[in-house]
Protein backbone atom coordinates (compact mmCIF):
# COMPACT_ATOMS: atom_id res chain seq x y z
CA UNK A 1 0.00 0.00 0.00
CA UNK A 2 0.86 4.01 0.12
CA UNK A 3 3.25 4.98 2.45
CA UNK A 4 3.76 8.70 3.08
CA UNK A 5 6.50 10.39 4.94
CA UNK A 6 6.48 13.91 5.45
CA UNK A 7 9.34 15.58 7.42
CA UNK A 8 9.97 17.83 9.62
CA UNK A 9 7.74 16.87 12.49
CA UNK A 10 8.17 20.79 13.82
CA UNK A 11 8.90 23.88 12.38
CA UNK A 12 9.52 26.78 13.92
CA UNK A 13 9.55 29.91 11.94
CA UNK A 14 9.72 34.14 12.95
CA UNK A 15 6.89 36.16 11.55
CA UNK A 16 7.37 36.96 7.98
CA UNK A 17 9.96 34.16 6.97
CA UNK A 18 8.83 31.05 4.84
CA UNK A 19 8.05 27.78 5.65
CA UNK A 20 8.40 24.40 4.00
CA UNK A 21 7.28 21.42 4.58
CA UNK A 22 7.67 18.39 2.45
CA UNK A 23 6.18 15.06 1.71
CA UNK A 24 7.76 11.43 0.07
CA UNK A 25 5.49 8.98 -1.35
CA UNK A 26 5.51 5.23 -2.64
CA UNK A 27 2.94 4.25 -5.09
CA UNK A 28 4.04 5.67 -7.98
CA UNK A 29 0.03 5.43 -9.26
CA UNK A 30 -1.00 8.00 -6.81
CA UNK A 31 -2.27 11.02 -8.70
CA UNK A 32 -3.84 13.65 -5.89
CA UNK A 33 -2.08 15.17 -2.83
CA UNK A 34 -4.07 17.51 -0.78
CA UNK A 35 -2.71 19.62 2.21
CA UNK A 36 -4.98 19.70 5.60
CA UNK A 37 -4.36 22.40 8.01
CA UNK A 38 -5.68 21.48 11.40
CA UNK A 39 -5.88 24.48 13.88
CA UNK A 40 -5.51 23.48 18.06
CA UNK A 41 -8.48 21.20 18.85
CA UNK A 42 -10.51 21.61 15.14
CA UNK A 43 -11.33 19.72 11.69
CA UNK A 44 -8.51 19.42 9.64
CA UNK A 45 -9.63 21.32 6.33
CA UNK A 46 -8.15 21.14 3.44
CA UNK A 47 -5.94 24.38 2.04
CA UNK A 48 -4.71 23.41 -1.81
CA UNK A 49 -4.58 20.50 -3.49
CA UNK A 50 -2.38 19.34 -6.88
CA UNK A 51 -2.80 16.57 -8.65
CA UNK A 52 -0.44 14.76 -11.41
CA UNK A 53 -0.66 16.35 -14.07
CA UNK A 54 0.51 19.86 -12.69
CA UNK A 55 4.11 20.97 -11.31
CA UNK A 56 2.81 23.75 -9.39
CA UNK A 57 -0.19 25.62 -7.83
CA UNK A 58 -0.42 28.78 -5.86
CA UNK A 59 -3.02 30.41 -4.05
CA UNK A 60 -2.13 33.94 -2.56
CA UNK A 61 0.44 33.17 0.69
CA UNK A 62 0.33 29.07 0.00
CA UNK A 63 1.82 26.98 -3.03
CA UNK A 64 2.56 23.59 -3.49
CA UNK A 65 4.97 21.65 -5.92
CA UNK A 66 5.11 18.49 -7.31
CA UNK A 67 8.30 16.28 -8.35
CA UNK A 68 6.76 12.90 -9.47
CA UNK A 69 9.84 11.46 -10.89
CA UNK A 70 11.02 11.70 -6.93
CA UNK A 71 7.79 11.50 -5.60
CA UNK A 72 7.88 13.97 -3.66
CA UNK A 73 5.71 17.71 -2.87
CA UNK A 74 5.99 20.03 -0.84
CA UNK A 75 3.96 22.65 0.75
CA UNK A 76 5.51 26.50 0.62
CA UNK A 77 3.96 29.22 2.68
CA UNK A 78 5.75 32.80 2.37
CA UNK A 79 5.00 35.50 4.57
CA UNK A 80 4.12 33.99 7.45
CA UNK A 81 1.69 34.99 10.32
CA UNK A 82 0.81 33.98 13.99
CA UNK A 83 -2.51 32.66 12.26
CA UNK A 84 -0.86 29.79 10.26
CA UNK A 85 0.23 28.17 13.67
CA UNK A 86 -1.00 24.68 13.10
CA UNK A 87 -0.35 21.05 12.61
CA UNK A 88 -0.47 20.37 8.42
CA UNK A 89 -0.59 17.31 7.32
CA UNK A 90 -0.02 15.94 3.39
CA UNK A 91 -1.68 13.35 2.15
CA UNK A 92 -1.36 11.11 -1.29
CA UNK A 93 -4.07 9.24 -3.03
CA UNK A 94 -5.33 7.83 -6.54
CA UNK A 95 -8.45 6.78 -8.54
CA UNK A 96 -10.23 4.08 -7.55
CA UNK A 97 -8.31 3.80 -3.77
CA UNK A 98 -10.88 5.34 -2.37
CA UNK A 99 -8.81 6.47 0.51
CA UNK A 100 -5.92 8.89 1.27
CA UNK A 101 -2.93 8.17 2.97
CA UNK A 102 -1.63 10.87 5.06
CA UNK A 103 1.41 11.71 6.65
CA UNK A 104 2.28 11.87 10.53
CA UNK A 105 1.73 15.88 10.43
CA UNK A 106 4.22 19.28 11.04
CA UNK A 107 3.22 21.00 13.84
CA UNK A 108 3.91 24.83 12.58
CA UNK A 109 4.92 27.89 15.18
CA UNK A 110 5.31 31.11 13.87
CA UNK A 111 6.77 33.28 16.04
CA UNK A 112 5.58 37.17 16.56
CA UNK B 1 -21.02 23.85 10.47
CA UNK B 2 -19.47 22.21 7.22
CA UNK B 3 -22.69 19.40 6.76
CA UNK B 4 -20.89 16.38 8.34
CA UNK B 5 -21.52 16.56 11.82
CA UNK B 6 -19.92 14.40 14.58
CA UNK B 7 -21.80 13.03 18.10
CA UNK B 8 -20.69 13.12 20.90
CA UNK B 9 -18.04 15.71 21.34
CA UNK B 10 -16.61 13.91 24.22
CA UNK B 11 -16.89 10.75 25.51
CA UNK B 12 -16.53 8.79 28.30
CA UNK B 13 -16.37 4.82 28.49
CA UNK B 14 -15.48 2.33 30.73
CA UNK B 15 -12.96 -0.59 30.26
CA UNK B 16 -15.21 -3.71 29.01
CA UNK B 17 -17.91 -1.33 27.09
CA UNK B 18 -18.49 -0.89 23.73
CA UNK B 19 -19.78 2.25 22.46
CA UNK B 20 -20.77 3.92 19.18
CA UNK B 21 -19.62 7.31 17.86
CA UNK B 22 -21.98 8.99 15.17
CA UNK B 23 -21.40 10.32 11.55
CA UNK B 24 -23.86 11.91 9.97
CA UNK B 25 -22.99 14.31 6.69
CA UNK B 26 -25.46 16.20 4.47
CA UNK B 27 -23.23 16.79 1.58
CA UNK B 28 -24.56 14.03 -0.42
CA UNK B 29 -21.31 12.43 -0.87
CA UNK B 30 -20.78 8.68 -1.34
CA UNK B 31 -17.49 7.83 0.37
CA UNK B 32 -17.54 8.28 4.15
CA UNK B 33 -14.27 7.48 6.19
CA UNK B 34 -13.14 7.15 10.20
CA UNK B 35 -9.76 8.18 10.98
CA UNK B 36 -8.09 7.60 14.10
CA UNK B 37 -5.89 10.76 15.68
CA UNK B 38 -3.58 10.01 18.67
CA UNK B 39 -1.19 13.05 19.83
CA UNK B 40 1.73 13.70 17.83
CA UNK B 41 0.79 11.11 15.11
CA UNK B 42 -1.34 11.81 12.01
CA UNK B 43 -4.52 10.23 10.80
CA UNK B 44 -4.95 6.48 10.50
CA UNK B 45 -7.64 4.73 8.94
CA UNK B 46 -10.02 2.67 10.40
CA UNK B 47 -12.48 1.93 7.91
CA UNK B 48 -14.16 3.52 4.70
CA UNK B 49 -16.90 3.11 2.72
CA UNK B 50 -17.23 4.05 -0.53
CA UNK B 51 -21.13 3.29 -1.48
CA UNK B 52 -24.14 1.94 1.02
CA UNK B 53 -24.15 -1.37 2.71
CA UNK B 54 -20.21 -1.84 1.35
CA UNK B 55 -16.84 -0.69 3.54
CA UNK B 56 -13.54 -1.98 3.52
CA UNK B 57 -11.56 -2.29 6.84
CA UNK B 58 -8.61 0.37 7.24
CA UNK B 59 -4.48 0.01 8.62
CA UNK B 60 -6.37 -0.14 12.20
CA UNK B 61 -10.02 -1.96 11.84
CA UNK B 62 -9.09 -4.13 15.05
CA UNK B 63 -11.42 -3.80 17.53
CA UNK B 64 -13.74 -1.29 15.87
CA UNK B 65 -16.79 -2.20 13.53
CA UNK B 66 -18.72 0.09 11.26
CA UNK B 67 -22.04 0.02 9.34
CA UNK B 68 -23.08 2.04 6.25
CA UNK B 69 -27.39 1.24 6.25
CA UNK B 70 -27.78 4.97 5.02
CA UNK B 71 -25.82 7.14 2.58
CA UNK B 72 -25.94 10.00 5.16
CA UNK B 73 -24.87 7.75 7.96
CA UNK B 74 -21.53 6.10 8.99
CA UNK B 75 -21.27 5.08 12.54
CA UNK B 76 -18.35 3.99 14.24
CA UNK B 77 -18.74 1.04 17.00
CA UNK B 78 -15.53 0.79 19.74
CA UNK B 79 -15.81 -2.85 20.99
CA UNK B 80 -14.53 -4.14 24.34
CA UNK B 81 -11.62 -5.52 22.31
CA UNK B 82 -10.04 -2.45 21.01
CA UNK B 83 -7.18 -2.51 23.66
CA UNK B 84 -6.12 1.35 23.76
CA UNK B 85 -9.16 3.04 22.29
CA UNK B 86 -8.77 6.94 24.09
CA UNK B 87 -8.32 8.70 21.35
CA UNK B 88 -9.66 11.50 18.86
CA UNK B 89 -11.61 10.50 16.47
CA UNK B 90 -12.48 11.79 13.18
CA UNK B 91 -15.18 11.13 10.51
CA UNK B 92 -14.69 12.24 7.00
CA UNK B 93 -16.64 12.10 3.80
CA UNK B 94 -15.56 13.01 0.26
CA UNK B 95 -17.33 12.59 -3.43
CA UNK B 96 -15.60 9.49 -5.06
CA UNK B 97 -14.28 8.62 -8.14
CA UNK B 98 -11.28 9.47 -10.65
CA UNK B 99 -9.71 11.78 -9.53
CA UNK B 100 -9.82 11.73 -5.99
CA UNK B 101 -10.76 14.94 -4.27
CA UNK B 102 -11.34 16.78 -1.26
CA UNK B 103 -12.36 14.68 2.20
CA UNK B 104 -14.32 17.15 4.65
CA UNK B 105 -14.27 16.21 8.61
CA UNK B 106 -16.37 16.49 10.92
CA UNK B 107 -15.08 18.10 14.01
CA UNK B 108 -14.32 15.01 16.01
CA UNK B 109 -15.01 13.17 19.19
CA UNK B 110 -12.79 12.80 21.96
CA UNK B 111 -13.24 9.42 23.38
CA UNK B 112 -11.69 8.56 26.92
CA UNK B 113 -11.90 5.29 28.60
CA UNK B 114 -11.71 5.73 32.27
Known amino acids: GENVEQHPSTLSVQEGDSAVIKCTYS??????FPWYKQELGKRPQLIID?????GEKKDQRIAVTLNKTAKHFSLHITETQPEDSAVYFC???????????FGDGTTLTVKP | DGGITQSPKYLFRKEGQNVTLSCEQN?????MYWYRQDPGQGLRLIYY???????QKGDIAEGYSVSREKKESFPLTVTSAQKNPTAFYLC?????????????FGQGTRLTVV
Open chain 1, 27 to 32: DSASNY
Open chain 2, 49 to 55: SQIVNDF
Open chain 2, 27 to 31: LNHDA
Open chain 2, 92 to 104: ASSLPGSPNTEAF
Open chain 1, 91 to 101: AASRSGAGKST
Open chain 1, 50 to 54: IRSNV
